[in-house]
């Protein structure tokens, strides 16, 4: 929620030419209205001054005489801050946006010296894109939509801007691009409308931050516990260091032999032990080396099932496609039918279409179709079949050659043993052998114990913080669901009261619409981008445009007494006579917007309006800017 009001005022906007001013004019606060008659180019002007603002305009609304000027300027106010903007025109193109920090007078003063900062449409690491800095001086969140797009400030236009392009019966400027979800326009009407606060948006960045850290934490345990062990009593510290005692405990005692045995002086007679591991290790080789020879025929074989398998399952992929394929050839050509036999050449006589015309079998639509299924059912089924024979054959090829391997490495060692033993000179050399054997393996288990016991310390400190993770996501759920609700009773109450201020605004149309003189509710969706008049959607084109542009002004009016509103005071009006308004209704709502706002202080907000049918008393106003520009004048001096 914010705690003051958010404004957005332009004090002054510039359109260049080649280095010189084609346009240049003064805003105050409150009211403005440039008038003057149709096609003098007061819609060029308010399409020029939305895309200095940072919106996006299709290239196929920038008309002749805009696309002969090169850049915009605006002296721009925000939240009190006076800076000033420039872009380029490039149709078709999206420029980055330069500020300079200081009035469009002291920029010129100057001149050459002035600092600007450019910012890009995209966010890069080094800095922030233009709509991402003015939110930063608007002091507003970088929102994001339910499927996590960012709102621009090209979004927040779309329901400041009021344009004569947009049909009248939507609420927000059409957008033609991939953007324009519901989702982005229901995040653009509770962003503004401040229906998307109350803490909601900081909570959830919590909760994604905190969402985060619990999945990396669950990933790093998920590892460590792979690789430490699944069961319960090897992850306890103090049975770790039991096994750590134990083995250590081993390893002084093979130590111990060792020292004894090198003591021990040689015994050129003891080799009936030798000889009977050199026999023990030769029949262990004689039998790996058959079991592999064996095994490795086996594999051969199960590798040619499964080219076999493979090869037939390609068989039937092909015979599905050309039964399909000869499927939707037939339903395309029909029966192809033959002038003679394929066979002998001879003339066919026609048989009626309820027979083939070659071998006279009776055929119908359903029995065509029923060949046509049971054939491609039969197939699938084949290759279903055949798909789940493969997996089995591959998943038994992988153990299989998991088993040789394993053989292999233990026929090397068979012969590695066979070799030491038939080396050997004594007993006392192959006991210090195999001791000496112990001792390394005893070291490598008790190395491997250790550093799983300081696995077993990091998994504790893990699952502690991930414990408090859980508990601190609960809670912001809880939090959030909370807000929500708060944020629903809030929703309910902004909604009544635009609502309400925009029925005593259709009750002053002037009789034009009798549906407006007894209305009792206006409903508004912003995801569905609609307005209804208790319940009813469709009037003339003028009265769309009149529920319109009082539906924007009552948001307007209902900013200036709810500073908790992001809505930032503007309103850009440029749709003031369209679809049919005739003089008389179109003068009436000027005064009507005049007088609804004229409650409310002039510095306090900031409309910007064109009409080509300006009220006689507006006319000689404070409210007009610029000109009144008569038939055959333009805004653009060109």
């Known amino acids: 929620m914010t705690s003051k009001p958010s404004t957005f005022f332009i004090n002054r906007f510039i359109i260049g030419k080649g280095g010189k001013a084609v346009y240049d004019e003064t805003f105050h606060r409150g009211v403005n209205i440039i008038r003057g008659a149709n ?33 915009v300027f605006a002296e721009i106010e925000l939240d009190g801050h006076v800076l000033t903007i420039h872009r380029q025109i490039q149709p078709g193109r999206k420029p980055p946006m330069n500020f300079f920090d200081g009035s469009y007078d002291q920029l010129l003063a100057l001149n050459s010296a002035a600092v600007w900062q450019s910012y890009g449409l995209n966010r890069t690491d080094e800095k922030l894109s233009f709509s991402q800095q003015i939110f930063e001086l608007l002091n507003w969140p970088h929102s994001q939509t339910d499927d996590f797009a960012n709102l621009t400030i090209h979004q927040i236009l779309r329901l400041i801007y009021v344009d004569q392009g947009t049909a009248v019966n939507k609420i927000l400027r059409a957008e033609h691009s991939q953007f324009d979800k519901p989702s982005m326009r229901q995040a653009i009407g509770d962003f503004l409308l401040g229906l998307d606060d109350l803490g909601i948006y900081a909570l959830k960045q919590q909760l994604s931050k905190a969402e985060s850290e619990f999945a990396k934490i669950d990933g790093q345990l998920d590892s460590i516990y792979r690789y430490v062990s699944p069961s319960e009593g090897v992850l306890r510290e103090a049975s770790l260091q039991t096994a750590i005692d134990n083995a250590t405990h081993e390893l002084k005692t093979l130590l111990g032999r060792r020292e004894a045995l090198l003591a021990q002086p040689e015994d050129a007679n003891s080799t009936d032990e030798l000889k009977a591991k050199a026999a023990q290790a030769s029949q262990e080789i004689a039998y790996l080396t058959k079991e592999i020879d064996i095994r490795t025929a086996k594999q051969a074989e199960m590798v040619n099932e499964i080219l076999e398998s493979e090869l037939f399952i390609a068989a039937i992929e092909s015979r599905i496609k050309a039964l399909k394929e000869s499927r939707t050839a037939y339903d395309f050509f029909g029966e192809v039918r033959f002038k003679f036999c394929p066979s002998c050449l001879s003339a066919l006589s026609d048989a009626g279409r309820e027979k083939c015309h070659l071998c006279k079998t009776e055929l119908d639509d359903k029995s065509r179709e029923a060949s046509y299924l049971a054939a491609l059912n039969e197939l699938m089924f084949q290759k279903k079949e055949s798909t789940k024979v493969l997996v089995e054959l591959r998943t038994k090829l992988s153990e299989h050659a998991r088993y040789l391997t394993s053989n292999q490495r233990t026929l090397q060692t068979a012969k590695a043993n066979h070799i030491a033993a038939l080396r050997m000179s004594s007993d006392r050399v192959l006991q210090l052998n195999e001791v000496s054997a112990n001792i390394g393996t005893i070291e490598e288990r008790i190395k491997n114990l250790e550093t799983k016991a300081q696995l077993v310390t990091a998994i504790e400190g893990l699952i502690k913080r991930k414990e408090s993770l859980n508990s601190s996501m609960l809670d912001l759920n809880e939090k959030i669901k909370e807000n929500k609700a708060k944020t629903s009773d809030r929703r309910e109450l902004i909604e009544s009261k635009i609502s309400e201020k925009t029925v005593e605004l259709l009750k002053m149309d002037g009789g034009f619409e009798p549906a407006f003189n007894n209305a009792k509710a206006v409903m508004f969706d912003f995801a569905k981008d609609f307005m209804l ?19 924007h002004l009552a948001i307007l009016l209902e900013s200036l007494e709810d500073a908790t509103m992001r809505y930032p005071r503007l309103y850009l009006l440029d749709n003031t006579e369209d679809k049919g308004m005739g003089p008389d209704r179109s003068q009436n709502f000027q005064r009507v917007l005049v007088g609804a706002l004229s409650e409310y202080s002039a510095e306090s907000y900031q409309v910007i309006m064109t009409t080509s049918m300006v009220d006689p008393v507006l006319d000689k106003s404070e409210c007009c800017v610029g000109p009144h520009y008569a038939k055959g004048m333009h805004t653009l001096n060109l």
């Open 39 to 71: 096609s003098v180019g007061k819609s060029t002007i308010m399409d020029f001054l939305f895309s200095c603002l940072g919106g996006d305009i299709a290239e196929d609304r920038w008309n002749q005489e805009a696309r002969l000027c090169d850049a």
């Open 533 to 551: 008049v208790d319940g009813r959607s469709k009037f003339s084109a003028s009265s769309e445009t009149v529920l319109k542009n009082s539906f």
